[in-house]
């Protein structure tokens, strides 16, 4: 199993940035992509970005531009930094990942909040 964990969410006003982590732990070796969904209220979960275990990297074409996600092996982290921020990216944002067997999983989500 992959245990997935969030942090960097926050309070922001708009136009300004932040950078979220999400740490994997467990059959990390199972991993091959891992990335962000986020669902803001009364809405579906969207995707946000995703990062293969080869490096491909997919983005929402509302974030294009202004968010870019990005892994440090080493520590088994996945990161999404997050600048140029608007109201509507406001959410709760959850890592995701698919492993070998095509199993999904995700972290328990961050809140991220951009405010004027």
């Known amino acids: 199993q992959v245990q997935l964990v969030e942090s960097g969410g926050g309070l922001v006003q708009i136009g300004g940035s932040l950078r979220l982590s999400c740490a994997a732990s467990?059959?990390?070796?199972?991993?091959?992509?891992q990335g962000w969904d986020r669902q803001a209220p009364g809405k579906q979960r969207e995707l946000v970005a995703t990062?293969?275990?080869?490096?491909?990297?997919v983005y929402a074409d509302s974030v294009k531009g202004r968010f870019t996600i990005s892994r440090d092996n080493a520590k088994n982290t996945v990161y999404l930094q997050m600048n140029s921020l608007k109201p509507e990216d406001t959410g709760v944002y959850y890592c995701?990942?698919?492993?070998?067997?095509?199993?999904?999983?995700w972290g328990q989500g961050t809140q991220v909040t951009v405010s004027s």
């Open positions: 995701n990942g698919v492993d070998m067997s095509g199993f999904n999983f």
């Open positions: 990062i293969t275990r080869d490096g491909s990297i």
């Open positions: 467990g059959s990390i070796f199972s991993i091959i992509s």
